[in-house]
């Protein structure tokens, strides 16, 4: 992870735990955001907007689309039934890149205030599109 994105922080806790932080900017016109990835062994890469806390909102939105948790900003990056991402396939080149790019659909979020364009697969009904 240090390699591939230098200038991050990378923890590692007796060889079964990551801890890695960065500042990403999805697109040269964005924002920059502090990121953190959380790897356990055995578990899914858990992934999180640290900085700015809370991320802003769209106008009529009450909830930031596509996450897992709305207080910890925890994203929704891919569907965790191993298919998309499993352990043999490196943080760095998946869950990275996809942290950048729900970023960049975030701020098109943001600046359209309009459904999220991101895709995936949402615990809302299609009628509330994370609006009122």
């Given at each position: 992870m240090g390699k591939t994105y230098p200038g991050s922080s990378v923890k590692t806790l007796m060889d079964r735990e990551l801890i890695w932080q960065h500042t990403?900017?999805?697109?040269?016109?964005?924002?920059?955001?502090?990121?953190l990835l959380h790897y356990s062994v055995g578990s899914s890469p858990e992934f999180y907007v640290v900085q700015p806390s809370p991320l802003s909102l769209a106008k009529s939105?009450?909830?930031?689309?596509?996450?897992?948790?709305?207080?910890?900003q925890r994203l929704c990056l891919y569907y965790p039934d191993g298919k998309q991402w499993n352990k043999s396939k490196p943080l760095a080149r998946t869950v990275v890149f996809w942290a950048?790019?729900?970023?960049?659909?975030?701020?098109?979020?943001?600046?359209?205030?309009?459904?999220?364009?991101?895709?995936g697969i949402h615990p809302f009904s299609e009628k509330q599109k994370f609006k009122r």
């Open positions: 990403i900017q999805p697109s040269p016109l964005s924002d920059q955001y502090k990121v939105a009450t909830k930031l689309p596509h996450v897992y948790d709305q207080k910890t950048y790019e729900w970023l960049y659909h975030y701020e098109i979020w943001l600046g359209t205030d309009d459904e999220w364009k991101g895709g």
